[in-house]
C-alpha cells in the first residue's frame, strides 16, 4: 500500500504561486489515479484536480486555469502547481490515492496528511 506526504504548503498574498508536492512510498504512483482534495474550515472536502485511469488530467471549474496537476512518474511524485492564487484557495490540501483495476478506477482512497495553504488578499 502507497504512503503519501505531501509538501509545499505556505502562505502567500493573493495573486501569488505555491507548488505542492506528493511525494510516494511502498507503492508506484503509475498504479494508482491520483487527485489533490482540499478542505477549508467549516467546509466539506472537495475535489481540486486529478488524473484518471488514462492520464488525463481533469480539474475543479473554481481552478480551471490556474492550477495545474503532473504526476512524475520517474519521481514518484505528484505534483500542483497553483498560479493566480485567492483568499478563497486557503485551505488544506491533500493528495488521494485510489488503485487502479483494469479498467477502473478503485473507489478506495489512501489519504496523505495534508498541507495547509493560505492565501491573504
Known amino acids: 500500500q502507497v504512503q503519501l506526504v505531501e509538501s509545499g504548503g505556505g502562505s502567500v498574498q493573493s495573486g501569488g504561486s505555491l507548488r505542492l508536492s506528493c511525494a510516494a512510498s511502498?507503492?508506484?504512483?503509475?498504479?494508482?489515479?491520483m487527485a489533490w482534495f482540499r478542505q477549508a474550515p467549516g467546509k466539506e472536502r472537495e475535489g481540486v484536480a486529478s488524473?484518471?485511469?488514462?492520464?488525463?488530467?481533469s480539474y475543479a471549474e473554481f481552478v480551471k486555469g490556474r492550477f495545474t496537476i503532473s504526476l512524475d512518474n520517474a519521481k514518484n511524485t505528484l505534483s500542483l502547481q497553483m498560479n493566480s492564487l485567492k483568499p478563497e484557495d486557503t485551505a488544506m490540501y491533500f493528495c488521494?490515492?485510489?488503485?487502479?483495476?483494469?479498467?477502473?478506477?478503485?473507489?478506495?482512497?489512501?489519504w496523505g496528511q495534508g498541507t495547509q495553504v493560505t492565501v491573504s488578499s
Open positions: 488521494v490515492a485510489r488503485p487502479k483495476s483494469i479498467n477502473v478506477c478503485s473507489t478506495n482512497r489512501l
Open positions: 488524473i484518471d485511469l488514462y492520464g488525463q488530467p
Open positions: 511502498g507503492n508506484t504512483l503509475s498504479r494508482y489515479c
